[in-house]
């Protein structure tokens, strides 16, 4: 076996400490006779190119290149050897330069170490494999669940690149939690105002055609990975063509069954088949099994009847389908929500009858709520007085111990419209920090902070609050004793993940962080990845942010997916990587349970573990923990990295 | 067979490539000089070292063993430090049963910003083993 040693000067860096004559030298006693090529700036032009051509016409079976740190330039010499016509995998670099030369202070000592770090090379690179980066067909086409700021944007963007994407989404409507706001801070824009152009889009512009929007739907099953995954989607039935129904409401009006509205907090009726609230998109009502009189045994066909577009429109006979798609990427865009605010004692949260979560309150403010944007106490009347409890279980370590981050926003947003609705009403904000970060959302608290109707009290725990009713019936939030009337209270709860994360997590494997948002990859680097590839995360249910930032994680989502995935390009996999022999797997399983990416299954039949190349991230753990000895890691090999060791030993 | 004048301990470096590796080329680019006892061996994680490297390099004539990970909660495959961890303890145990000090087997963290933390390591892990004196395993059997 031919071996060449190529030897960089590095100018002086590296030639300054450690002699070429004595590595020359000292190759000549190796037993695998290597040649010794010396360069002065292998990375330089002129130095790859006079690489290149000594690869050439030397034509060595395996290279050894001492220069500087791999992490440098390991990817620039082996792209050499690929213009050389070898494999890349063929070449080992010795690290002389920031780990010898620039270290070490006497020149002899810098030598002797350097001599000792090529031999264990040349014996290791004896040993290396020529490997090859397997080619793999993938489906370009994406995947996102939830249908919010984050999943519209991004399932909206996909499909202007081209992309077929699979909308899903759990609720009757698109818009996610701002489209049943009446307005969004920093600039008080109004939110369905500001959500129209971008549903409209979604569901009749010019690419709409590549976006098939599901629903009342959730996802039931994925197998497969990145680049090849199958999805199942149960789509429930709306029992409304979303295709044919114009969005008259003939049927609402005739629907003889009542029910609460969920999508108003409860707090205004329904109809059996009614729209979600006025307004929603895609404009068509939804029919309730649970409470439609044909659901209980009664020949009851009024909506049917007072459909004006036809027989086709209602089908009272719709059932629960399962489809399947091929996608090649998911977006995980599931939002938030708020925590449960009664598990907090002394809120007065379900017992007291103006105590109200923010969401609740939002949809007082909303044209399209139960009280048509008017602010109302239960019993009928504008309240006087408002108190605001920021940090309603955040910052907590009874309950949420961060800090959600939008709340404060929020709350001053409610100030400015609770000011210009009812300008005589007092507003007290019951806080324990104030952030307002950014550049935008200082005006809203300024303008809380001028209002003249409005006061801030700090408190230290939410123990020293209590909301309560005096004797006479008037509803207060006492601090530490100090009481004030406060004839309508909202609780600024602290922003938990979505409903059913934990369910969608188990589904497809992602983990969670200990709050139950979905975990990043990094949560630096790779924030808009989840810990499964192909899988990204995008909004709300990685951690509470505003709308901003979750159409910018929708767009980082896409990113991931145009970049990763192209049509008509084959996925490229990395050689450096684990396989398992199977005839030398005792099936112990070790090795599933302590690799990190989920990338190794058991073979029932075979009794074998295999190692999917695709999810495999190289690290080599597995290789270490198999009793068996069964796994190989490619390019690390326990046979490569034991001649490296007593090279550099001997 | 102690500290006899003269000894230069040798020791393997096993070092991760995404932190420690890094650290020792941040120790390169601040030109600060460390002794130059440890060789290293690039590995992908901290959780490749297979204890019988470890043993294997003993038995070729290291005096000392020295693995680099990421600091806990850092690695770049997530949790290869925390199976490098358990397979140290597991070591120290398995090489004081050989009668090797456990000192001749580190485990250590040094990030990919630790230039000066990973000199100041291999200074006190040569100093360490300069003062054991070199390891002689047919003895000690
Ligand atoms: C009270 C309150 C007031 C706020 N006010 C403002 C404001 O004024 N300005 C601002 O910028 N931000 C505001 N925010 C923040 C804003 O609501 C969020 O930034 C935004 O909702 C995040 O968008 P998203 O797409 O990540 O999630 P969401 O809006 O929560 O949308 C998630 C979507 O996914 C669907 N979904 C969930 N689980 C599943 C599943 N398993 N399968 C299918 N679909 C599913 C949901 O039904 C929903 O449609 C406020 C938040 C709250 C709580
Ligand atoms: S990559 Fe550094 S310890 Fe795993």
Redesign the interface.
């Known amino acids: 076996m031919k071996i060449g040693i190529y030897f960089c000067n590095c100018g002086s860096n590296i030639a300054e400490k450690i002699s070429s004559e004595a590595i020359i030298a000292a190759a000549k006693t190796f037993p695998e006779q290597p040649y010794v090529t010396i360069v002065d700036f292998i990375c330089s032009e002129d130095g790859k190119l006079q690489f290149e051509e000594s690869l050439k016409l030397e034509q060595p079976d395996r290279v050894v290149v001492a220069a500087c740190s791999p992490r440098d330039h390991e990817a620039t010499f082996r792209r050499c050897l690929i213009n050389a016509g070898m494999n890349p995998y063929l070449m080992q670099m010795v690290n002389i330069r920031e780990q010898i030369a620039w270290v070490t202070e006497d020149p002899a000592v810098a030598t002797e170490k350097a001599i000792g770090a090529v031999r264990g090379a040349v014996m290791r690179v004896t040993l290396q494999q020529p490997l090859e980066k397997k080619q793999l067909e993938v489906c370009p086409d994406a995947l996102v669940i939830g249908a919010g700021p984050a999943g519209m944007k991004a399932a909206l963007s996909l499909a202007e690149a081209g992309r077929s994407v699979v909308l899903v989404e759990r609720t009757p409507f698109i818009g996610g939690l701002p489209v049943r706001f009446e307005e969004l801070f920093p600039a008080l824009e109004c939110a369905p105002c500001m959500l129209e152009p971008l549903m409209g889009d979604l569901l009749h512009g010019d690419h709409a055609g590549n976006i098939e929007l599901m629903t009342m739907a959730e996802l039931v099953e994925v197998t497969g990975f990145y680049g090849n995954f199958i999805a199942k989607i149960r789509q429930k039935p709306r029992h409304v063509s979303l295709h044919e129904c114009i969005g008259c409401g003939e049927c609402v009006e005739a629907c003889p069954a009542i029910t609460m509205n969920v999508f108003n907090s409860n707090a205004s009726e329904r109809k059996a088949i009614d729209f979600a609230f006025a307004g929603v998109l895609p404009n068509a009502p939804f029919l309730m099994e649970e409470i439609c009189l044909r659901y209980k045994a009664e020949e009851c066909r009024a909506c049917k009847d007072a459909c004006p577009m036809g027989e086709d429109v209602v089908n009272l006979e719709e059932v629960e389908t399962i489809v399947e798609r091929r996608i090649g990427s998911i977006i995980l865009a599931t939002g938030a929500g708020l925590y449960d605010a009664s598990q907090i004692a002394g809120m007065g949260m379900g017992t007291l009858p103006d105590v109200y979560d923010a969401l609740q309150f939002e949809r007082m403010l909303s044209s399209t709520g139960p009280t048509g944007g008017e602010i109302v106490t239960t019993a009928g009347n504008a309240p006087s007085s408002v108190a605001i409890i920021h940090c309603v279980g955040s910052l907590d370590d009874d309950h949420k111990p961060y800090c959600s981050g939008i709340c404060c926003q929020y709350a001053f947003k409610f100030n400015h419209l609770i000011t210009a609705k009812l300008p005589e009403t007092t507003i007290t904000h019951y806080h324990r920090e104030l952030v307002v970060p950014g550049k935008e959302a200082h005006t809203l608290y300024k303008h809380a902070v001028k209002n003249k109707n409005s006061c801030m009290k700090r408190y230290d725990g939410i123990k020293d609050l209590a909301v309560t009713v005096d004797v006479s019936g008037q509803q207060q939030v006492s601090a530490k004793g100090d009481a004030a009337p406060a004839d309508m209270v909202i609780l600024c709860p602290a922003v938990i993940p979505a409903e059913g994360a934990g369910k969608l997590s188990a589904l497809l494997d992602v983990s969670r962080d200990s709050f139950g948002f979905f975990r990043e990859l990094h949560g630096r680097m790779d924030a808009a990845q989840s810990t499964i590839k192909g899988v990204y995360l995008a909004g709300a249910c990685q951690e509470p942010m505003d709308t901003r930032s979750a159409m910018l994680e929708g767009m980082a989502g896409v990113g991931y997916t145009l970049a990763g995935l192209q049509p008509g390009r084959t996925l490229e996999i990395e050689p450096i990587n684990a396989e398992v022999d199977e005839t030398h797997c005792a099936g112990c399983r070790l090795c599933v349970s302590v690799c990190p990416y989920r990338a190794i299954s058991f073979d029932t039949e075979h009794n074998a573990s295999s190692i999917n190349a695709v999810l495999c991230h190289g690290c080599g753990t597995c290789v270490a923990a198999c009793p068996a000895g069964a796994i190989t890691g490619h390019h690390f090999t326990n046979e490569q990295i034991m001649a490296e060791i007593e090279g550099v030993l001997k | 067979m102690t500290t006899e004048k003269g000894f230069e301990p040798?020791i393997?470096g096993f070092l991760c490539?995404w932190c420690s590796?890094?650290g020792?080329?941040k120790?390169?680019?601040m030109?600060?000089?460390?002794p130059?006892n440890v060789?290293?061996?690039?590995?992908?994680?901290s959780?490749?070292?297979?204890?019988?490297?470890v043993l294997?390099?003993f038995e070729?004539?290291?005096d000392g063993v020295i693995i680099l990970a990421c600091h806990p909660g850092d690695c770049?495959?997530?949790?290869?430090n925390c199976?490098a961890l358990q397979?140290h303890s597991m070591l120290s145990l398995m090489l004081g049963q050989l009668g090797v000090e456990k000192e001749r087997c580190r485990l250590d963290y040094v990030s990919a910003g630790e230039g000066e933390k990973f000199?100041r390591v291999i200074r006190e892990m040569v100093e360490a083993v300069h003062k054991l004196g070199p390891l002689c395993l047919s003895q000690e059997d």
């Open positions: 040798k393997i490539n590796y890094a020792a080329d120790a390169g680019g030109q600060e000089p460390y130059p060789q290293v061996i690039r590995v992908m994680c959780g490749r070292v297979d204890p019988q490297f294997s390099a070729k004539g290291a770049h495959y997530k949790e290869g199976r397979r000199g």
